[in-house]
């Protein structure tokens, strides 16, 4: 009886330890090194990779916002400000209805399929308003110029970045907002416009936060 008692105490003994331990180690010293680790090689990154301007974070180069201007009275959906350039549509992005102690968007798809009268509609209207926003006196869009993620929103909705196609597309609405020749707009879109990774992996792309950032720089 008196072993039994013994052997149980021991091992409940080497039990708590073996706790103590890997607690100590898989619980503080693992993700203080990780950590570390990190802040070191991956600052950027470890952080959320944001973008500062004029000294402070305005947003992430990983998640797409919307440039739009304020709501106004018995407006429901905001008008988008011409004058930077426009990401593409979130028409997947929902509201948190659960706890509205908190305004928060939700990621998502419409999940609607190629055929839906809805989607059909929604792409047909911002195609519409790509062209109508983006013509000006002396340059005319036309319908054929338009891409496709133009008028279609991305698999998260949070895209954060068009196609050089739809940066070109944008940039004599642009220089005319901003009072700026066509070429300077131009340039600063060809120097944002991003590569394929690696040199074959996915597609040129446009950062828009990172561009809009440039933007305001070059309109002071």
């Given at each position: 009886?008196?072993?039994?008692?013994?052997?149980?105490?021991?091992?409940?003994?080497?039990?708590?330890?073996?706790?103590?331990?890997?607690?100590?180690i898989c619980g503080v010293l693992y993700p203080l090194a990780v950590t570390g680790v990190?802040?070191?090689?991956?600052?950027?990154?470890?952080?959320?990779?944001?973008?500062?301007?004029?000294?402070?974070?305005?947003?992430?180069?990983?998640?797409?916002?919307?440039?739009?201007?304020?709501?106004?009275?018995?407006?429901?959906?905001?008008?988008?400000?011409?004058?930077?350039?426009?990401?593409?549509?979130?028409?997947?992005?929902?509201?948190?209805?659960?706890?509205?102690?908190?305004?928060?968007?939700?990621?998502?798809?419409?999940?609607?399929?190629?055929?839906?009268?809805?989607?059909?509609?929604?792409?047909?209207?911002?195609?519409?308003?790509?062209?109508?926003?983006?013509?000006?006196?002396?340059?005319?869009?036309?319908?054929?110029?338009?891409?496709?993620?133009?008028?279609?929103?991305?698999?998260?909705?949070?895209?954060?970045?068009?196609?050089?196609?739809?940066?070109?597309?944008?940039?004599?609405?642009?220089?005319?907002?901003?009072?700026?020749?066509?070429?300077?707009?131009?340039?600063?879109?060809?120097?944002?416009?991003?590569?394929?990774?690696?040199?074959?992996?996915?597609?040129?792309?446009?950062?828009?936060?990172?561009?809009?950032?440039?933007?305001?720089?070059?309109?002071?």
């Open positions: 009886m008196n072993n039994s008692v013994g052997n149980t105490a021991r091992l409940l003994g080497a039990g708590l330890r073996a706790l103590l331990v890997l607690t100590v990190a802040q070191v090689l991956f600052h950027d990154k470890a952080n959320g990779s944001e973008i500062e301007a004029d000294g402070k974070v305005v947003g992430s180069e990983l998640i797409g916002q919307r440039y739009d201007l304020p709501l106004k009275k018995g407006q429901e959906t905001a008008s988008p400000d011409l004058k930077w350039f426009q990401p593409r549509p979130s028409n997947g992005l929902g509201e948190n209805t659960v706890n509205t102690q908190y305004k928060l968007l939700l990621s998502g798809a419409t999940n609607l399929s190629g055929d839906n009268k809805e989607l059909i509609r929604q792409v047909k209207d911002a195609k519409a308003a790509v062209i109508k926003d983006n013509s000006t006196a002396d340059h005319k869009v036309k319908p054929e110029d338009v891409p496709a993620e133009a008028v279609t929103s991305s698999g998260s909705g949070l895209d954060p970045h068009i196609s050089p196609a739809y940066a070109d597309l944008q940039v004599h609405r642009v220089a005319a907002r901003n009072h700026l020749a066509v070429g300077q707009v131009r340039k600063l879109v060809d120097e944002h416009t991003d590569g394929r990774t690696l040199g074959f992996i996915g597609e040129p792309r446009v950062n828009v936060l990172k561009l809009n950032v440039a933007l305001k720089g070059l309109t002071g």
